[in-house]
């Protein structure tokens, strides 16, 4: 089984920068794609950004151009570095694990809070 454990939320104001990391730990499920989700206050759950095991990355227009995602597959964490930030970008981050691109096993972790003020 993997588990999933975020860290790095915290508070930030607005044009200021955040990380995030997520470390999967187990190894009894085959990972290829890793992603960043969100949960707003009042909203659905959004993605947010993913990579694969070969780099390609993918992001909602939401955060193009702001936030980039990256991974050290060695270590099979991924992170987010978030620049730019709005206060429309205030939500848990929640990351998540898959055996291939827009596939996900139902495994979250606990999720870490960004709070950007204004």
């Known amino acids: 089984q993997v588990q999933l454990v975020e860290s790095g939320g915290g508070l930030a104001q607005a044009g200021g920068s955040l990380r995030l990391s997520c470390a999967a730990s187990?190894?009894?499920?085959?990972?290829?794609?890793m992603g960043w989700f969100r949960r707003a206050p009042g909203k659905e759950r959004e993605l947010v950004a993913t990579?694969?095991?070969?780099?390609?990355?993918n992001y909602a227009d939401s955060v193009t151009g702001r936030f980039t995602i990256s991974r050290d597959n060695a270590k099979n964490t991924v992170y987010l570095q978030m620049n730019s930030l709005k206060p429309e970008d205030t939500a848990v981050y929640y990351c998540r694990a898959g055996p291939r691109p827009t596939v996900w096993y139902d495994i979250w972790g606990q999720g870490t809070q960004v709070t950007v003020s204004s």
């Open positions: 187990g190894n009894s499920l085959k990972i290829n794609v």
């Open positions: 990579i694969t095991s070969g780099g390609t990355t």
